[in-house]
């Protein structure tokens, strides 16, 4: 299985519930982020937490990194409908030349917010 | 403010036909640029980056190759596709100053190989 793997797969709350999401890595990283892709779009950028830090929190979201047990878990409070969409993580490999770096993709939890 | 621009949008194309699909960013000077290709409900795959221009590093061996003719400009393509080029491509990009790692994505090019 590859790098990122997110857990679970498909997620469906009722809005103003909170939304967990779980991510699991195999190898050393430098940093691990999250993404959101809205349906048919590019992807947008959430939060970066590297690894030295263990919880780093933006808005209603709250990230933890585990680096230990080589996972993070994405937590969305008070959800809106707005929040549904497809959820990434990506991990950076520690290797950084001239700031690029290669970000391997979990395949997604896709997480529908129903009214 | 720096933007991302992908074109086209969307993409039909026979099977043996060429590809040339364009990137550039705005608004920012000597930018990380990264190809991406994303298979229907799956994850990203990393298909070429590039720390500058002329500067190619290829991920996967496959039917693709890139191109960095300009600094903001990044240019992916084939000689003859085949079906299993389907699929939604993305290009991004991101500093190579401050430690700021996160990627920038464009709007995505949508491909179907007939």
């Known amino acids: 299985s590859q790098q990122g793997e997110e857990d679970p797969q498909a997620l469906s709350i009722q809005e103003g519930e909170n939304a967990t999401m779980n991510c699991s890595y195999k190898?050393?990283?430098?940093?691990l982020q999250w993404y959101r892709q809205n349906s048919g779009r590019g992807l947008v950028h959430l939060i970066l937490i590297r690894s030295n830090e263990r919880e780093k929190h933006s808005g209603r979201l709250r990230v933890t990194l585990d680096t230990s047990k080589k996972s993070s878990s994405l937590l969305i409070t008070a959800s809106r409908a707005a929040d549904t969409a497809s959820y990434f993580c990506?991990?950076?490999?520690?290797?950084?030349?001239?700031?690029?770096?290669?970000?391997?993709f979990g395949q997604g939890t896709r997480l529908t917010i129903n009214p | 403010s720096q933007t991302i621009h992908q074109w086209p949008a969307t993409l039909v194309q026979p099977v043996g036909s060429p590809l040339s699909l364009e990137c550039t960013v705005e608004?920012?000077?000597?930018?990380?640029l990264y190809w991406y290709r994303q298979a229907a409900g799956r994850g990203l795959q990393l298909l070429f980056y590039?720390?500058?221009?002329?500067?190619i590093s290829s991920e996967v061996p496959q039917n693709l190759s890139a191109s960095r003719p300009q600094d903001r400009q990044f240019i992916l393509s084939s000689k003859k596709l085949l079906l299993s080029d389907s699929g939604f491509y993305l290009c991004a990009w991101n500093s190579q100053a401050g430690g700021w790692y996160e990627q920038y994505f464009g709007p995505g090019t949508r491909l179907t190989v007939t």
């Open positions: 590039s720390v500058g221009i002329g500067q």
């Open positions: 608004g920012t000077s000597n930018p990380n």
């Open positions: 990506a991990t950076a490999l520690p290797i950084i030349i001239q700031g690029a770096q290669k970000l391997v």
């Open positions: 190898t050393s990283i430098n940093n």
